[in-house]
């Protein structure tokens, strides 16, 4: 080991912004929840978070590297919560 988790783990625990909380983001949002993701962001908070959500959807298997585990899925979230922009 390195030994640095203590370092590398100060900046958590000196962090004390409320990192979860709802910041109203106004621009247009797509939410994509994976249930092995570090937070699965439910949809009244997302709502709650971005006023302007335009597509949430929540999936059965994924996780936090949703791009490199379930690649189809995320494309298409993109694809489906954008294509309403074009």
Do not use: C
Request: aromatic share 14%; hydrophobic share 40%; charged share 20%.
């Amino acid at each position: 080991m390195t030994n640095t988790a203590i370092s590398s783990a100060r900046l958590y625990q000196e962090n004390k912004l409320p990192f979860f909380a709802p910041m109203g983001v106004t621009i247009p949002v797509a939410v994509s929840a994976f249930p092995d993701d570090l937070y699965q962001a439910p949809r009244n908070w997302a709502e709650k978070a971005f006023p302007n959500m335009i597509y949430y959807k929540k999936h059965n298997k994924g996780g936090h590297f949703a791009a490199w585990e379930q690649p189809e899925l995320l494309v298409g979230d993109i694809r489906e919560g954008f294509k309403s922009l074009r």
